[in-house]
């Protein structure tokens, strides 16, 4: 019997810009199973012995790298990569900083000027689900990847650390953990997909810039849906892996989301809610009328992400168990 295929993205096959001029590292089929072993999204340059005081020798151009890109064969312009995140699995230690208010980087910078680095224990307590913050306080570690994307349209070189319509640094916890699908509009052949940045758990915004960053590997299915199928995904939009944040009942748990980017924080609302109605519309077969007045009733509205500048990412959820007849 044959064996099957085995792909395998290393710590050293990464980059700090989108480019669609990008020689791939790996070219495979639709449905192949990829596994990436990542740096965290400081490239490493903490480590389970940092202190305070090594946030002052921190390369900001050195942050956020993307590993790959992945060439999807049958992917073309107009297309949607479908990602399903199979395993994650995290380094024994994690870290979460606060730099200096002069960077300007989180959502408080001017009101917080010393450096602050907080290293996590992510193996003493891990088999029970969670990392100790301090006595009394217990964090539940929840991984995900904060980086998913594939190349842009524009020819060019493109920071890898705001989000985009094509992904890229999207920091949406519900978006690619363990469980959970991803689907990004296709804009050029092949994709072009890579990921990164390891999160053990992150509150929606990442309010102070870091979530818990730590190495890992990940294993990952790469899909295409081919055009038209699918043609409303026109920005990342994700079925989450579990329980909604909301404690909804049994069977209730799942949910779909699209995430709105855009430099300004009420567009990015405003084209998360399209996204939802063009969404309703396509697979449920409502008007938009009804779509949008079902929005207004069920469906949540999340910054995901609001530090990674210049572009916010909101997201809009629907439960998915009110469709009661599927």
């Given at each position: 019997m044959a064996q099957s295929l085995s792909f395998h993205?290393?710590?050293?096959?990464?980059?700090?810009?989108?480019?669609?001029?990008?020689?791939?590292?790996?070219?495979?089929?639709?449905?192949?199973?990829?596994?990436?072993?990542?740096?965290?999204?400081?490239?490493?340059?903490?480590?389970?012995?940092?202190?305070s005081a090594d946030i002052a020798s921190f390369k900001?151009?050195?942050?956020?790298p993307a590993h790959g890109p992945v060439y999807i064969k049958e992917a073309d312009p107009g297309d949607v990569l479908k990602i399903e995140v199979l395993s994650l699995q995290t380094a024994s230690y994690g870290w979460t900083s606060i730099f200096p208010g002069s960077v300007g980087f989180g959502l408080l910078a001017d009101e917080f000027p010393d450096p602050y680095l907080h290293i996590w224990d992510l193996s003493s307590t891990a088999k029970d689900g969670f990392t100790i913050f301090k006595k009394g306080i217990h964090i539940p570690i929840r991984p995900f990847l904060g980086v998913c994307g594939i190349a842009r349209e524009e020819v060019g070189e493109w920071?890898?650390?705001?989000?985009?319509?094509?992904?890229?640094?999207?920091?949406?916890?519900?978006?690619?953990?363990?469980?959970?699908?991803?689907?990004?509009?296709?804009?050029?052949?092949?994709?072009?997909?890579?990921?990164?940045?390891?999160?053990?758990?992150?509150?929606?915004?990442?309010?102070?810039?870091?979530?818990?960053?730590?190495?890992?590997?990940?294993?990952?299915?790469?899909?295409?849906?081919?055009s038209p199928k699918m043609d409303y995904i026109k920005s990342p939009a994700y079925i989450t892996s579990g329980p909604g944040i909301r404690g909804l009942k049994s069977g209730e748990e799942k949910e779909?989301?699209?995430?709105?980017?855009?430099?300004?924080?009420?567009?990015?609302?405003?084209?998360?809610?399209?996204?939802?109605?063009?969404?309703?519309?396509?697979?449920?077969?409502?008007?938009?009328?009804?779509?949008?007045?079902?929005?207004?009733?069920?469906?949540?509205?999340?910054?995901?992400?609001?530090?990674?500048?210049?572009?916010?990412?909101?997201?809009?959820?629907?439960p998915l168990g009110i469709f009661v007849d599927e």
């Amino acid at each position: 019997m044959a064996q099957s295929l085995s792909f395998h993205i290393h710590t050293h096959q990464k980059h700090l810009k989108w480019n669609n001029s990008l020689h791939p590292i790996l070219a495979v089929s639709s449905g192949q199973e990829v596994t990436f072993d990542l740096v965290d999204g400081g490239n490493n340059q903490f480590t389970s012995t940092s202190t305070s005081a090594d946030i002052a020798s921190f390369k900001f151009d050195l942050a956020d790298p993307a590993h790959g890109p992945v060439y999807i064969k049958e992917a073309d312009p107009g297309d949607v990569l479908k990602i399903e995140v199979l395993s994650l699995q995290t380094a024994s230690y994690g870290w979460t900083s606060i730099f200096p208010g002069s960077v300007g980087f989180g959502l408080l910078a001017d009101e917080f000027p010393d450096p602050y680095l907080h290293i996590w224990d992510l193996s003493s307590t891990a088999k029970d689900g969670f990392t100790i913050f301090k006595k009394g306080i217990h964090i539940p570690i929840r991984p995900f990847l904060g980086v998913c994307g594939i190349a842009r349209e524009e020819v060019g070189e493109w920071s890898t650390i705001p989000p985009y319509e094509t992904g890229g640094n999207i920091d949406c916890r519900h978006a690619t953990t363990t469980g959970s699908t991803l689907f990004l509009p296709v804009k050029v052949p092949g994709a072009l997909f890579s990921c990164g940045d390891g999160h053990a758990a992150q509150g929606d915004g990442e309010v102070c810039g870091a979530a818990i960053e730590t190495p890992m590997k990940a294993t990952l299915r790469l899909t295409v849906i081919k055009s038209p199928k699918m043609d409303y995904i026109k920005s990342p939009a994700y079925i989450t892996s579990g329980p909604g944040i909301r404690g909804l009942k049994s069977g209730e748990e799942k949910e779909f989301a699209v995430l709105g980017i855009d430099e300004d924080l009420r567009e990015a609302c405003r084209k998360a809610v399209r996204g939802i109605i063009a969404w309703l519309v396509s697979e449920k077969g409502l008007t938009r009328e009804e779509a949008y007045v079902l929005c207004s009733v069920v469906a949540d509205l999340r910054v995901a992400e609001i530090v990674d500048m210049p572009n916010y990412g909101v997201a809009c959820s629907v439960p998915l168990g009110i469709f009661v007849d599927e």
